[in-house]
């Protein structure tokens, strides 16, 4: 889990800047990226919640999905 943390707040960081230049462009992010944003933090937040209520199996089954979205993500920009 942390090493997917670290991998979601990297790519997170990289697609809010990303987001930035483009707003100053007068431009918008692609709303597949966008989704794969809103979905890798939802899908971590979730994993989190479970893994700390000790629910292991939901727990991986979020960061199974969460790791779909970093990957995506990743991909993108060319991580």
Request: net charge positive; glycine share 8%; hydrophobic share 35%.
């Amino acid at each position: 889990m942390d090493q997917l943390s670290s991998r979601a707040a990297a790519a997170k960081d990289s697609v809010d800047r990303l987001s930035r230049q483009l707003s100053s462009q007068g431009l918008g992010l692609r709303g597949d990226i966008a989704s794969a944003e809103s979905l890798m933090g939802t899908f971590m937040s979730k994993a989190q919640a479970a893994m700390q209520s000790g629910d292991t199996k939901n727990g991986k089954k979020y960061l199974d999905l969460a790791e779909t979205q970093v990957e995506k993500l990743e991909k993108f920009l060319g991580h």
